[in-house]
């Protein structure tokens, strides 16, 4: 009797234990669905109690990238490599960039390469807190030399170049009766 007993207790706890292990990797994995939606998924977020948006890591078009917010979920860094889109010439993608923004939103230093010269140089871009540019510092973009510059800009965006010569691309293009067909992303709007 004692045998019987026992058989049934083993079964029955051989029972709950395939049952508990099914619903533990069923909740643990979700749904096939969510499975199949995290499978394709190009965005991950890395977040506590304190900070709800914290981390945003994706992939757009083939370009990784980061965001970091604060603690009132503002962005604060932004990093990645340019992707495909209307706004960047075809020579800025995957180039990289590195973006900081103030307590309001607006980037306020720009770290990046340039795609629109021949030599992918690197460029430095302050922005005032409206968003307008106020000082580019970097290597040329054109000339083989690679000369530094370092160009300001006054409230009307008029450029004055305190060392070398910064000429921007869509500057030049315009001097040349030229209309330029994307939005520099050091530019607003």
């Known amino acids: 009797m004692r045998d019987k007993r026992t058989a049934i207790d083993i079964l029955v706890l051989g029972v709950a234990a ?5 619903g533990m990797s069923y909740i643990i994995a979700g749904t096939t669905e969510a499975r199949a939606a995290r499978a394709q998924t190009s965005f991950y977020r890395v977040a506590d109690r304190y ?3 914290g981390i ?14 604060d603690m009132d979920e503002g962005m604060r860094l932004q990093m990645g490599l340019y992707p495909p889109s209307p706004q960047h010439p075809p020579k800025e993608i995957d180039l ?7 307590q309001g939103g ?19 871009i302050m922005k005032d ?11 040329s973009l054109t000339d083989e030399g690679e000369e530094p510059f370092l160009a300001t800009y006054d409230t009307a965006g008029q450029q004055t170049n305190i060392i070398g010569n910064f000429v921007n691309p869509m500057q030049s293009a315009a ?15």
Request: hydrophobic letters at 35%.
């Open 18 to 22: 395939f049952i508990g292990g099914f």
């Open 51 to 53: 900070n709800h948006k």
């Open 56 to 69: 945003e890591m994706y992939v757009d078009k083939g370009s990784p990238g980061q965001v970091f917010y």
């Open 96 to 102: 990289p960039l590195l973006a900081l923004s103030d």
């Open 106 to 124: 607006e980037i306020r230093l720009l770290y990046r390469l340039d795609g629109l010269g021949t030599n992918n140089s690197p460029l430095i």
């Open 129 to 139: 807190s409206k968003g307008q540019n106020r000082l580019i510092m970097g290597l």
């Open 175 to 189: 001097a040349k009766g030229k209309k330029a067909k994307f939005k520099l992303p050091w530019q607003k709007g």
